[in-house]
């Protein structure tokens, strides 16, 4: 057992082989937090970390004591207004208009696994041996509610899972103002904090700054995790780079409304907290009702960023990630979408398709265009079933024409919208949310429906149950492509419109969910314009998500970059499109598209049947390459070597598990001349083993290649001559490592 509860000192000690979490009951009977980092040894007491001090101005629990103030003891999981200023973990409005709580230590209980969150994505495990759980339940006996802090140590990994849940056991109403997943007190402010923001097609731009005393944060209030910021952050010691010191993630497992936000105090304790954005929130709590927060998943490292997201990624792709698709390589796809647009028919979508064959695609997928009266984005959704003027056999039919190709066939949705003209809306216009005499806006000329209304979820399964039931699909790409406004449901009451955006959220959950019981072959891959709703929540459902609607090869290098800190490979849709790139209008090289996209669920995105045939050979290399090192590329261990976003050059690599085999990826945006010679230091190699590099005859040991470096010199170094490889802008290189046995 990896939890021990000592009872003398009534400290709890969260370990495994590396990392230490330590919980304190305080004398008033609530939670102190002692200590988060590397394993340290077990001993009696730790109380030499509870550290006070008289401070003038502060307030103090005991009546003519001066040794014990909220304000400057670190805890775990702390309320305002009882001696503490900062920013609480949680709050509830009582009956009286109160806020003040005491939530008091009850028991708790110690137990080999991990459980379920109803309703709810979280990391799971596959036999009880792999984590170990504590549950410490606290009550509040003035508003007779029960708190229950949940923390689950994976036993391999330096994982603390975290999330709490708010029972009302009185007969008196309780509002949730706030239910934040989990707090941490961190006892100094000497970290560089990490952050993954952007916008629409450049999502998750990699951010540092260094915390100083104030609040730092980032949030969504969009109804989705959102382009702008992602529910992801670390803090890293300053010596820290990606290979080495000690750094911290944070990161929620929930597709909403999210804040994480970390407040230094002018003593220098920095409070970590992440959840659900209080901002517009309330959760009604009648007698017996409760509420459990989402999921929030904590890393530590002492090998550097690089080690954060190893962790994750092994992690979210293994124990978040579910079902058939979680471990099989993904299959090489072809979408239709900036081909045609919506400008095609059941012939031409054939003809794309027997070409993509050729070169060897696996995966036919139809996207936008093909239900109801769909000819552009004004129309047709929520209609989900086939445009037979477009589609005369339907999506049966075309979809059995693919797979009598030698091909699977997949299908895009948008089921979380509706437009004006459509008979869905015609139907029930009040199924929209709306807010009663507001006026309305649209987003790219659709509206969101009310998920929050359990009927409005049965109307779309049943739609798109049907249509999977009599086709042959074994992919879908699940699309979302605008946030909610005028946020109000008349399917609700007036005391529960705060919890609308909740709802919503798990009204998506409980459609995927049913979606994948009833159809557990299919793929799923999740879509927001693009990585609107990238995140954690959403890998529980869809292994994979369309990253960016920026297909650009140069931007995707830094999209694909900062997703990587904290998502695994494997979840990032990445395709080869057409040059003029359709968002930035750049030509790119179609080898250096597809090197960029071989790192993610790989594919295409463009018309293939007008490529020339130098452009196909390339394109069959191409899908050699992948079905060669899927496996590897999707389960290798990842190593960020260049950032994009700090140099012209950048890198990064995967190695296998058994350190046989890796591959690096080298990118040069702009050409140089008469540039410096060049070299590059490996990582996770075995430093015994001799590695040859295909294409050439060149062997170094590990060592070598991770102490001095692969010589990644080009032709730009000095006079470029006729012969031989030439560089131009938007250059890249694959190199690919094999232990020579």
């Known amino acids: ?26 004398r008033n009977n609530q939670l102190g937090q002692l200590y988060f980092g590397k394993k340290i040894h077990q001993r009696d007491s730790y109380d030499y970390l509870l550290e006070n001090a008289y401070r003038p101005m502060s307030a103090y629990v005991y009546e003519r004591e001066y040794g014990f103030s909220l304000e400057h003891i670190k805890q775990e999981y702390p309320s305002y207004g009882t001696t503490d200023f900062k920013y609480p973990a949680y709050e509830i409005l009582q009956k009286n208009g109160s806020r003040i709580t005491n939530f008091e230590y009850v028991s708790h209980k110690i137990y080999s696994g991990k459980p379920k969150l109803k309703g709810l994505p979280a990391t799971y495990i596959e036999d009880s041996s792999e984590a170990d759980t504590l549950e410490i339940t606290l009550f509040d006996s003035v508003i007779n509610a029960e708190l229950v802090l949940i923390y689950t140590i994976f036993n391999n990994e330096s994982v603390i899972a975290r999330s709490c849940r708010f029972i009302n056991k009185g007969k008196e109403n309780l509002e949730l103002t706030n239910a934040m997943s989990m707090c941490l007190d961190l006892p100094d402010c000497n970290y560089e904090w990490i952050q993954l923001s952007g916008a629409w097609a450049r999502e998750r731009e990699v951010k540092h700054r260094k915390l100083e005393q104030g609040i730092q944060a980032v949030s969504s209030a969009r109804g989705n995790s959102s382009h702008n910021h992602n529910p992801f952050i670390a803090l890293k010691r300053p010596n820290a780079d990606e290979f080495q010191g000690e750094a911290l993630g944070f990161s929620l497992v929930y597709s909403g409304n999210f804040l994480a936000q970390v407040e230094v105090d002018t003593y220098d304790v920095s409070r970590v907290l992440m959840g ?8 009604h709590l009648g007698e017996g009702e409760e509420f459990q927060t989402p999921e929030a998943v904590m890393v530590y490292s002492d090998k550097g960023m690089n080690g954060v997201s190893q962790t994750y990624h092994k992690l979210y792709r293994t124990r978040l990630a579910r079902g058939e698709w979680r471990d099989k390589v993904r299959p090489i796809l072809i979408n239709n979408w900036e081909a045609t647009y919506f400008d095609f ?76 003209d459509s008979d869905l809306y015609r139907n029930h216009p009040e199924w929209v949310i709306k807010t009663p005499n ?36 074994s992919y879908i790409k699940w699309d979302m492509n605008r946030s909610i406004t005028e946020c109000y449901s008349a399917f609700l009451p007036a005391h529960r419109q705060g919890e609308v955006f909740h709802r919503y959220i798990l009204g998506v959950y409980d459609l995927y969910e049913r979606l994948i019981n009833k159809h557990p072959y299919i793929l799923f891959e999740s879509c927001a314009s693009g990585g609107g709703r990238f995140d954690a929540g959403m890998m529980y459902y869809a292994p994979q998500c369309w990253t960016s609607d920026d297909s650009d090869a140069v ?10 800190y ?42 293939l049947t007008k490529l020339s045939e130098e452009e196909h050979e390339i394109i069959k290399k191409q899908v050699e390459f992948v079905k060669e090192y899927r496996e590897l590329i999707q389960k290798g261990t990842f190593f960020r070597l260049q950032s ?12 296998s598990e058994d350190k046989k085999e890796a591959i690096v990826a080298y990118f040069k945006v702009l050409n140089d001349v008469n540039c410096p010679l060049r070299r590059m230091k490996l990582h996770g190699l ?56």
């Open 1 to 26: 057992m990896s939890i021990i509860f000592n009872e003398e000192s009534k400290e709890f000690h969260l370990f495994n082989n590396n990392i230490s979490y330590i919980i304190k009951i305080l």
């Open 276 to 283: 659900i954005n209080p901002f517009g929130f309330t959760w």
């Open 345 to 420: 028919t059941e012939d031409i979508l054939v003809d794309i398709a027997k070409t993509a064959k050729e070169d060897g695609i696996e995966l036919f997928v139809l996207d936008d265009g093909w239900f109801g009266t769909r000819c552009s984005d004004t129309s047709g959704l929520g209609d989900w079933y086939a445009n037979i003027n477009r589609l005369p056999n339907g999506i049966s039919g075309l979809s059995k024409k693919i797979e009598g190709l030698g091909m699977k066939f997949g299908l895009w949705f948008e089921l979380e919208m509706v437009n004006k």
């Open 438 to 473: 507001r006026s309305v806006s649209h987003g790219r000329n659709q509206y969101v429906l009310d998920f929050s209304n359990p009927e409005v979820v049965d109307y779309i399964y049943q739609m798109v149950d049907k249509i999977l039931t009599e086709s042959n699909i």
């Open 555 to 564: 931007e995707r290098i830094k999209i694909q970059y900062g997703t990587s």
């Open 566 to 607: 904290a998502y695994p490979i494997s979840s990032m849709g990445a395709h080869v499109s057409i040059t003029p790139n359709h968002q930035l209008f750049r030509n790119t090289p179609l080898e250096t598209r597809g090197n960029v996209a071989y790192f993610g669920a790989f594919g295409y995105e463009l018309d």
């Open 644 to 655: 994009p976003f700090e140099n012209n050059i950048s890198a990064w690599m995967i190695v």
């Open 686 to 741: 075995d430093e015994n083993l001799v590695y040859s590099i295909k294409g050439t005859n060149n062997a170094h040991y590990g060592s070598e290649l991770m102490n001095l470096g692969l010589i990644t010199t080009d032709s730009s170094s000095g006079q470029v001559v006729e012969e031989g490889e030439r560089c131009a802008d938007y250059w890249s290189k694959i190199y690919v490592l094999k232990a020579e046995i």
